[in-house]
């Protein structure tokens, strides 16, 4: 009943038992109720028991463009899980007018896109080309991250690599910036020599005779996926590379990614800061098997199945799993530092996930007369969303 993964209460049953500071006891398809919990641990300096609000109810809405028309007209008191840079200027426009602050809290994502190819694709002739270093770093180099910033983040992200954030114990520079370069050039140089000739069309050829085309299959979560994707299919063109992208439910996405029926899906890189990255170094590490990995499934299936089922790993992968062994379980700080940043530098070598921009600024959306809400707080998964901005805290003026 509590479905702990679902985090604080879309999948948790009404009445389940909760030592949070709210508790849900309604929900339906669109919409949770959730009331203060009388029993919550915490007071404030006068000895005031939390939290202070008496009732939340969380819209769940079906689109991004509701989200922002609920904002714009005043109808929200707190808004951030589906907010968007690339809305920022509408937001501010409208503060006034829907009595509004809009604030900008630093998200903790390595990357807001993250690109990842199926390495273990059940196609053989797919499979050969994903896996070849080259072809990965054609694709890396044939982002122009710069463009993305200024569409998608206002200029305000950083063109980087998939790895962990600047503040992190197992930071370097140059993983951050491998392959990040916007260099079509090299890139198709890369791609002839790899032997993907082009068709009569532009579109490379894969071995086999077949047009090499990609389908990029995401769900809509966190970040704007879906135009990114579109950009980047832009892009790729330029190289020969046709990217198809579809839209699908996160139902299916469940079934897809581990299923290992997937030729490339898209995430935002969380779990790049200290509090994850050594726990769950999932985009890097064939560690874990669900619905976020599409980039290495049977590996995945392989090493949390003790070798029962998927498909032992090669060599480097192995390293990998190795050096995160001794990242979560060593007391040994150095070495710890050390086996992170061997991951890491597999990572900036051979670009097992492909990062694009990242450390962009997250709007978030709150009422005026909504206060003790901090100016600035981190916002994603690490810090699990509004956690250390304490909103038990916060009350009504």
């Known amino acids: 009943k509590a ?10 049953e009404p009445e389940t038992p909760t030592v949070k500071p709210f508790k849900v006891v309604a929900k339906t398809l669109d919409k949770v109720i959730y009331e203060r919990n009388p029993y919550y641990w915490k007071v404030d300096t006068a000895g005031n028991q939390l939290p202070y609000i008496d009732r939340l109810e969380v819209e769940i809405l079906k689109d991004q463009e509701m989200v922002n028309l609920k904002i714009v007209a005043g109808e929200v008191d707190f808004a951030a899980f589906n907010t968007t840079l690339e809305n920022y200027p509408l937001y501010k426009e409208n503060e006034d007018n829907a009595n509004i602050r809009v604030l900008l809290w630093p998200d903790v994502f390595g990357a807001e896109l993250l690109i990842m190819l199926n390495l273990t694709h059940q196609n053989p002739v ?3 080309i994903f896996q070849d270093i080259r072809f990965r770093a054609a694709l890396s180099l ?12 206002l200029g305000l992200a950083e063109p980087r690599q998939a790895t962990v954030v600047p503040a992190s114990a197992f930071y370097e520079e140059e993983f951050a910036n491998a392959y990040v370069e916007y260099d079509p050039d090299e ?3 890369l791609l002839d020599e790899m032997g993907l000739n082009r068709g009569s069309d532009g579109v490379r050829l894969r071995p086999d005779g077949k047009p090499l085309e990609i389908l990029a299959e995401y769900t809509v979560v966190d970040t704007p996926r879906g135009p990114m994707l579109e950009l980047v299919a832009e892009q790729w063109q330029v190289l020969g590379v046709k990217l198809n992208i579809k839209e699908i439910s996160g139902d299916l996405q469940t079934t897809r990614a581990p299923g290992n029926q997937m030729d490339m ?27 976020e990995n599409s980039w290495c499934p049977l590996w995945a299936q392989w090493y949390v199945t003790d070798g029962k089922a998927g498909e032992e790993p090669p060599e480097e992968m192995k390293l990998q799993l190795e050096r995160w062994e001794l990242l979560k379980t060593s007391v040994d700080e150095a070495a710890r530092v050390e086996a992170g940043k061997a991951i890491l530098r597999s990572q900036a070598t051979n670009l097992w996930t492909i990062g694009t921009v990242g450390l962009a600024p997250h709007p978030v959306i709150v009422r005026k007369n909504l206060r003790n809400v ?8 690490d810090t ?3 956690q250390p901005a304490y909103p038990e805290q916060f009350f009504f003026d």
């Open 265 to 291: 899906t898209v995430w935002n890189a969380d779990k790049m800061t200290d509090v994850l990255f050594p726990a769950t170094p999932m985009w890097v590490v064939p560690m874990a098997h669900g619905w």
């Open 374 to 381: 901090p100016d600035e707080s981190l916002y994603g998964w």
């Open 126 to 128: 797919i499979r050969e």
């Open 384 to 386: 699990f969303w509004t």
């Open 187 to 189: 890139a198709n140089r």
């Open 142 to 153: 044939g982002i122009n991250r710069e463009e993305m910033n200024e569409l998608f983040f």
């Open 3 to 12: 479905q702990i993964n679902a985090g604080s209460g879309r999948a948790v």
